[in-house]
């Protein structure tokens, strides 16, 4: 069985982070922001719920991980809280699991975090989108319609998908080229 969360962690590791700032754009339980900090030198990570930080801040505790920034808000206003260059961000779209299904992602927001995002990326860094079409079919489609325009001179995007499960969430892997003219 493919675990689209798994395959994630797999593609940000394929890139040295250990001396880059990352960030999680959608903290949730903790899981990826708790990767991240083990394979970069600082995670900044975000959530408009309080509930999502505090799960983070206790799985982050748990694993006595102290090079974490928690960020109680949208990704949508992360720019002033990142400096100018990142390793690799992550986003997981939709719902906090175990949480509200009424408080989720939304197209507008993300589509202005990532174009607020992108350009911070370094040479060969590393955005990863996991999206559930489940979710928000509707957010899940402006996603990708944003990602699939990115400039192929500047990025690499790729989709990953699972082909024989309907609506099973998948992967967007953007990769911002090296001495790219951003």
């Known amino acids: 069985m493919i675990i689209v969360a798994t395959l994630a962690h797999e593609i ?9 700032v990352t960030v999680d754009m959608t903290c949730g339980r903790g899981n990826d922001t708790l990767f991240l900090s083990r394979i970069s030198k600082k995670v900044i990570a975000f959530d408009i719920q309080k509930d999502a930080i505090d799960s983070t801040r206790a799985l982050l505790q748990e694993h006595q991980r102290d ?3 928690l960020v109680l808000s949208s990704h949508s206003e992360s720019l002033s809280y990142l400096p100018k260059q990142i390793g690799a961000v992550i986003y997981t779209l939709g719902y906090l699991p175990h949480g509200s299904k009424e408080i989720m992602t939304h197209p507008e927001t993300t589509i202005k975090s990532l174009e607020d995002t992108l350009p911070l990326l370094m040479d060969g860094g590393i955005c990863v989108i996991v999206v559930y079409q489940k979710h928000d079919g509707n957010e899940a489609m402006a996603v990708k319609h944003y990602c699939s325009n990115l400039p192929s001179k500047e990025y690499d995007v790729l989709k990953l998908s699972v082909l024989n499960k309907e609506l099973s969430p998948y992967i967007i892997k953007i990769q911002k080229k090296k001495n790219s003219d951003s």
């Open 12 to 20: 940000l590791a394929e890139i040295d982070l250990l001396n880059s």
């Open 67 to 69: 090079n974490v920034e």
